[in-house]
């Protein structure tokens, strides 16, 4: 069964730092673009940061550049999304995504193959 499980969330305060985590079983990410989408109460769901399957170049949404990184760890097969220097803007609940053979429009792709349940994150003022 192919799936991505999603962990690390939580609560922060602001300036703080959270480490996602995004476990794939069933598949290997190697073919796939990986990102990290997020949804705000009342918002609709926006890319934060994503990475290309084969070049791996990684992309990232202005509000959190310099603060996110987003890094893949291939014996694991999972995905990392390290938050610093966390804004109370950043509460959201947090969903990996994987596009197979996905290029440079990861960061606005909306048809993933797979998604993860979500988690969610709080940062605190």
């Known amino acids: 069964q192919m799936q991505l499980v999603e962990s690390g969330g939580g609560l922060v305060q602001a300036g703080g730092s959270l480490r996602l985590a995004c476990v794939a079983s069933g598949f290997t990410l190697d073919y796939y673009a990986v990102g990290w989408f997020r949804q705000a109460p009342g918002k609709e769901r926006e890319g934060v940061s994503c990475?290309?399957?084969?070049?791996?170049?990684?992309y990232y949404a202005d509000s959190v550049k310099g603060r996110f990184t987003i890094s893949i760890d291939r014996l694991k097969n999972t995905v990392y999304l390290q938050m610093n220097s966390t804004k109370p803007e950043d509460t959201a609940v947090y969903y990996c995504?994987?596009?197979?053979?996905?290029?440079?429009?990861?960061?606005?792709?909306?048809?993933?193959?797979?998604w993860g349940q979500g988690t969610h994150v709080t940062v605190s003022s």
């Open positions: 995504a994987v596009d197979l053979y996905g290029g440079s429009k990861c960061l606005t792709n909306t048809k993933n193959d797979y």
């Open positions: 990475m290309t399957s084969f070049d791996r170049n990684t």
